[in-house]
């Protein structure tokens, strides 16, 4: 599994190297259909262009904030770059709260973070089995993806799942939706019905017990038409991301101790010539 994104974890003073794999994979009705000329079976692709204009290159584009129709502040990728913020390569886990605490609808996708090596491996083990001791999910920020995410970290079995958030503005108010449903108390009897319904059914949750039927057509009729020899030739190459470098680590317990105690940082440890030991992602 290939990180996308490498950083640091931070609880106080104790800081580690970290890095987030996704994961969730594409549902399985997703073959990746793409879209293609009926009649030559060549891949479809879109261009960046204006309005009564060519194609634009890349280096070419900005943003811009519209301030009313046809009215932006332009920014450049190098003004958006200078914004420095503190959470753009650190995960700083700034408050803790039991997860029954967290409303489910601020969740958002799951992520499974893990130490980039045997370094930081000591220090990863720490804080995982500290929130699991405590019952507690550890809340923060980091940027991924040009985006300031609201993000809680809490123990997944030998590992930590980082989940990002939304933030409050993104949720729409319940009560505007539920506001015409009728206030009448639904009947006694129809509700001790439904509860023992309920109780036949319940059990421990088994997702392996549910079946994604179209996915399982869908790949059943790629597969019939294959054996036909309904195939097209069309050719797509995409090159992988760079990987980000690796940071420094500070001594864990000596920042342990100081952060319980309230003092100030030393100075970072410089890195050790000496490559680190590379840990295997397990699949």
């Not at 930081?120 to 040009?146: S, W």
């Amino acid at each position: 599994m290939r990180a996308f994104w490498k950083g640091h974890l931070r609880l106080s003073l104790v800081t580690i190297a970290v890095e987030l794999h996704a994961a969730t994979a594409s549902p399985s009705s997703s073959l990746q259909l793409h879209q293609l000329e009926r009649k030559s079976g060549k891949r479809i692709r879109y261009l960046k262009t204006t309005a009564g204009g060519g194609a634009v290159k890349a280096e070419d584009i900005v943003k811009g904030f519209e301030l009313k129709s046809g009215k932006y502040v332009v920014l450049t990728p190098e003004e958006l770059d200078k914004l420095k913020l503190e959470t753009k390569h650190t995960i700083d886990l700034v408050q803790f709260a039991a997860e029954c605490d967290i409303d489910p609808r601020y969740f958002e996708r799951p992520y499974y973070l893990v130490p980039t090596d045997d370094v930081a491996a000591e220090g990863y083990a720490v804080i995982r089995d500290a929130l699991k001791a405590a019952g507690k999910t550890g809340v923060g920020q980091m940027t991924m993806r040009g985006r300031e995410n609201l993000v809680a970290v809490r123990p997944c079995g030998d590992g930590l799942l980082l989940e990002t958030l939304r933030y409050p503005n993104e949720l729409r108010k319940s009560d505007r939706v539920f506001a015409d449903i009728p206030h009448g108390k639904a009947n006694k009897e129809m509700i001790d019905l439904a509860k023992e319904l309920i109780e036949r059914k319940s059990g421990k949750f088994d997702p392996a017990a549910f079946k994604d039927h179209y996915g399982d057509a869908l790949r059943a009729l790629v597969e019939e038409k294959r054996k036909r020899g309904k195939i097209v030739d069309s050719d797509d190459d995409e090159k992988p991301a760079k990987s980000e470098d690796r940071g420094n680590v500070i001594d864990l317990m000596d920042a342990l101790r100081r952060s319980v105690k309230g003092k100030a940082a030393p100075a970072a440890k410089k890195p050790s010539r000496k490559a680190p030991s590379k840990r295997r992602a397990k699949a």
